[in-house]
């Protein structure tokens, strides 16, 4: 009797098996293999390559070594949220160094991908997601009483997850996403009578302290600054003058600002690039004076030069002062009894650049939304969608009773 030794493979392991080439069993010749075939090689989990800085990246994000298995291979192990989000914020980090994103939304990406998605999915094997999970999620993140918008926001994430399964062949396709209905809330802006009221109460309460009614409680605004600030009521008149965003006046230096005088008496305005928009900006002509006179105000402080900042200079830490700006801002319009609008809007510091809009809407003659939206570093669309969209009637009253001239 002879032997004959024959390699073959069965799920993918390699067995050596002695078949005899006499009597040789009717059931087993039926499955057996073509003798004398090659075998296949091995897969092996290899490390995905990745050049020098890119592994940086991913070790400044998570301070971790990411292993990464051949498409094909890759749905043989557990796929944790942990290792496709590291993956993802070394992708996003890569686009801001590319100018793709700013590193606003960097950030923005980093908090909800490490927040509540990286809680919620830290015990599921990513490739099981589907509809059913996602409606899950949903549930969860309005558990957490956060807005549509902002829910809307952490699904957009979850589909940068899940593009990435599909990527590396986790999952074969996207999973269907639950449909949902987004109210947009526009910011409400202020009446002409609430903006008179707002100046005139920023001049009322430099002379009160505020106090604090809850001594248990951590106060972290400044003691120089519970009383207000001469400076809220140039800031509250500037705002609505130039159309700024509360970002742009956190990092606004004198620099960034040029006083033209002409036949058109403006401020050029260039502050640094904010939602991807970085073009000048014009202001109204009332504008210019509010900044002289605040420019001399800093001056006799000992500030004013270029670099430094146009409104409270002496505070270094930017995020403080814009915190303190809101609070201040806050403190006005609670005495006043108008933090909420008619409809129940809440109203912060950034309802006063709704104002400048809505009034260039309401009082700005003929101007067209294209030169509005690039003036104010927005686009059409959203001046429609969140400042058009809560004019009235009655604000355009000259308009409705105007007539043509034959």
């Known amino acids: 009797m002879t ?32 003798f004398n075939t090659p075998p296949k090689e091995p897969i092996n989990n290899n490390e995905f390559k ?22 094909g291979f890759q749905s043989r192990g557990f796929v944790s949220i942990d290792r496709v989000v590291s993956i993802i914020l070394a992708q996003e980090k890569h686009k801001v160094v590319r100018n793709e994103i700013t590193e606003g939304t960097y950030r923005m990406t980093k908090v909800r991908l490490e927040t509540h998605i990286a809680a919620f ?7 099981g997601i589907n509809m059913g999970s996602i409606q899950r999620f949903i549930d969860y993140l309005s558990d957490q009483d956060l807005s549509t918008p902002t829910i809307v926001g952490y699904i957009a994430q979850l589909r ?20 949902m209905k987004v109210t947009q809330k526009p910011r409400g802006a202020f009446t002409v009578t609430e903006y008179a009221a707002l100046l005139r109460q920023s001049k009322t309460l430099r002379r009160h302290v505020f106090h604090w009614d809850k001594p248990d409680t951590r106060f972290h605004i400044k003691p120089e600054y519970r009383s207000m600030p001469l400076e809220m009521n140039w800031l509250i008149r500037f705002m609505v003058y130039t159309f700024l965003r509360p970002g742009d006046v956190r990092q606004l230096k004198n620099k960034h600002i040029e006083i033209i005088s002409g036949k058109f008496n403006y401020l050029r305005l260039t502050p640094p690039e904010i939602k991807r928009h970085k073009s000048p900006m014009v202001s109204l002509p009332q504008a210019v004076n509010v900044y002289k006179t605040l420019l001399a105000h800093q001056t006799a402080k000992g500030f004013g030069k270029p670099d430094d900042y ?18 201040l801002f806050n403190w006005i319009m609670n005495t006043l009894g108008i933090k909420a609008g008619p409809h129940g809007a809440d109203r912060s510091f950034y309802s006063l650049r709704h104002t400048a809009i809505t ?37 355009n009253i000259s308009l409705l009773h105007s007539k043509r001239r034959s």
Request: hydrophobic share 40%.
């Open 50 to 71: 990745l050049n020098n800085s890119f592994k940086r990246d991913l070790e400044n994000i998570n301070n971790t070594k990411i292993l990464f298995e051949k498409p």
């Open 121 to 127: 999915f830290a015990d599921t094997d990513l490739r």
């Open 359 to 395: 009034f260039r809407l309401i009082f700005g003659g003929n101007i067209d939304l294209l030169t509005l939206a690039r003036n104010a570093r927005t686009s059409v669309e959203m001046i429609e969608k969140f400042y058009a969209s809560t004019l009235s009637a009655e604000m």
């Open 3 to 34: 032997q004959q030794t024959v390699n073959y493979r069965i799920n993918n392991a390699h067995v050596n098996i002695t078949l005899l080439n006499q009597k040789t069993p009717q059931d087993i010749t039926q499955w057996l293999p073509v």
């Open 160 to 179: 940068k997850v899940l593009r990435y399964l599909v990527e590396q062949e986790h999952i074969a396709q996207m999973p269907l996403f639950p449909k």
């Open 310 to 327: 146009v409104f409270f200079p002496e505070e270094k830490n930017r995020l403080r002062c814009l915190n303190t700006i809101g609070w």
